[in-house]
């Protein structure tokens, strides 16, 4: 099994195991070795399963809009552990390839592995959600039908990520490509960077 593969069987029993709770306050139960790649694949998509289901109560028209605030503030707080976790995954590469001397006409991705990796987590709650769409008993035949295309894509979509990532780690591993990993520096969540919060704490 590739890494790629490994991710989406990953990415599939977290999405699975999240919806056997369907609560974003629900405590995920990692079934892998704490401080594995494993393990931090599983916490990858169980943040994205919880943001992705925030994402939708706070769509709700009638939400209260103070509980919709302390949503949107727990939104961002799950960006930043997101893009943190998805630093930490790079780190693993960078690690697992440090030995590894790029050859001298070696490129550079346009995005890092774990980036990529990041698209395929997303990937995984995107069939989930679009085959819930495709059963329901409740929908019309049309809307079925539009949901099981819609579903073809992302299965073919997901092959292709797949492909190309599995290529990408053995580019890097081969020293035809080099990792270069920019940290994502957000600058809204720092009180030193925001000017809304600089600007409260200087007055």
């Keep these: ?6 991710c989406n069987n990953i990415f599939d029993g977290a ?3 999240y919806h056997r709770h369907d609560n974003i306050d629900a405590t995920a139960i990692n079934p892998y070795k704490a401080g594995s790649i ?3 694949l599983f916490v990858k998509n169980w943040i994205d399963a919880v943001q992705w289901h925030m994402e939708d109560i706070i769509r709700d028209p009638n939400i209260d809009p103070v509980e919709a605030l302390k949503l949107k503030r727990r939104i961002d707080r799950s960006n930043q552990d997101r ?10 590469f960078r690690t697992k390839y440090s030995d590894i001397k790029p050859m001298p006409d070696a490129k550079i991705n346009t995005e890092s592995p774990a980036w990529a990796i990041d698209r395929l ?15 329901r008993d409740d929908a019309q035949d049309e809307h079925k039908k539009k949901c099981a295309a819609k579903l073809a894509v992302l299965l073919e ?14 580019d890097i591993a081969a020293g035809r490509k080099y990792m270069k990993v920019y940290c994502q520096m957000k600058m809204y969540n720092d009180p030193a960077t925001n000017p809304v919060l600089y600007a409260k704490k200087q007055g």
């Design 83 to 92: 893009t943190d976790l998805v630093e930490r995954i790079d780190s693993y």
């Design 157 to 170: 979509q997901r092959n292709d990520l797949t492909t190309a990532i599995d290529q990408l780690l053995d």
């Design 1 to 6: 099994m590739t890494f790629a593969e490994k």
């Design 121 to 135: 987590s997303i990937l995984a709650l995107k069939i989930y959600h679009m085959r819930q769409e495709v059963e």
């Design 15 to 17: 999405t699975i195991e």
């Design 38 to 40: 494993e393990h931090e």
